[in-house]
């Protein structure tokens, strides 16, 4: 049954309109008695067309339920402080992709500089960014864009699943590694995944991780940049875990 | 074992130096007797360091052997042509994560307007651009942007699993089918990705795909952007299926 994304006011005056009455009578060509799905808040409606006019469709609701776009277990990103303008373009896509937080993570090949006085007005529009992202993916929940923080000030007890993208690791043991942690996901799980900056994390880093408890994988063959690895990643526990 | 990305130069001269020589004698401590593995070329070279000198390391090669960063099968996206600069975003983003080759689509709700005259430039641009990120993530291989094309001019007999990416499907049988989709890739096979354009695929069109052959699946309980809907089919085809 298609779904079609409608405004409160849609659901409350019983009328479809504008885009969707052209995408449902000009497009689709329903008729009335046909059922269709809408979309607000959250919620989407199972209705019924009841009469066709000249630029809307009325309808009856005959079923409501809650749609739950979000993962049942949270993924936070640990991204190593990108440069330029990839943080944003890394907030929009995983938010996309069902991230619960990001934490931006100074290491010792981050580059950017960010002055203390500044790092407020960076986190709020970073924040509205996430804002944004997920508003345009008609997500329930909006991913939250914590504290600039270095590798050592984060408290890794809080997460029981650690993955740590390692490119070193470009072996099929290590792959398979990679999708065995997201397969043993479970309902409620904490997931951390750390990102290491444009030149990776250094080894010290990634032992310190290691030590904490996180699994080195491999993204797969090729080197991933820093604002791919982290999409990869949210992609590939979605297809296999978003469901469960 | 450590890999390491060298140039030609290094190989030939038997000698680690730079970033490399920082990495291998500071950072991991290397001492001589020691294997790494370096990388020059898609050639991986196991080699035997030999002497440590001020600000470069010397060494033996002691085996050296093909590293091929292609899938075994070739996956072509066809990207419905969006706005602005997400066209090349997502050349980057794909190129790292295996694509074999672009077909830049208009569809019915394709806003862009390409003119004639002004193709051969475009299509030049966007192949540099596939050129750069091959180099970049080490590529074997450099995906082709072929020529633009209506959704009505491409010969779809060339591939044998026909995925389409349709937004309204987002039904857990539907994300289960993409991944069955996904494992059911063989070596050699021609797979094809349809994405459709900011407002989706119209229902007419997605049903001349489905008449072709494609299975209409679904990415998640999300909505994906066109820019990310195929980066994720790319990055869960690479964690499924790269090193079979």
Known sequence: M???FVDENNIKNLIIDNDNFHHLAIVNR????????????DITYKVKITKI????????????????TEFNFKVTLLQAYPKGDKLESIIKH?????????IPTITSRTIVKIEDNKKDNK????????????????RNYIPKILDIK??????????????????????????????EVVNSIKENDNVII?????GGFSNDEANYLIDKGFIP??????ILRTETAGLYCLSVIGALKEWE
Chains 1, 2 share one sequence.
């Open 2 to 4: 298609p779904r079609y």
């Open 30 to 41: 329903v008729k009335v008695g046909e059922e269709v799905e809408l979309f607000s808040n």
């Open 53 to 68: 006019n000249k630029d809307s469709l009325n309808f009856e609701i005959v079923d409501e339920y809650y749609f739950n």
């Open 94 to 102: 995983s938010t996309e992709l069902g991230v619960y937080e990001i």
């Open 123 to 138: 986190l709020k529009r970073l924040n509205q960014i996430a804002i944004e992202a997920s508003k345009q993916s008609r």
């Open 150 to 179: 270095r590798l050592n000030e984060i408290n890794y007890d809080n997460y029981n699943v650690k993955i740590l993208a390692y490119e070193v690791l470009s072996t099929e043991e290590n792959n398979k590694k990679f999708v």
């Open 194 to 198: 750390a990102i290491g900056p444009e």
């Open 217 to 222: 994988v491999s993204l797969g063959k090729r």
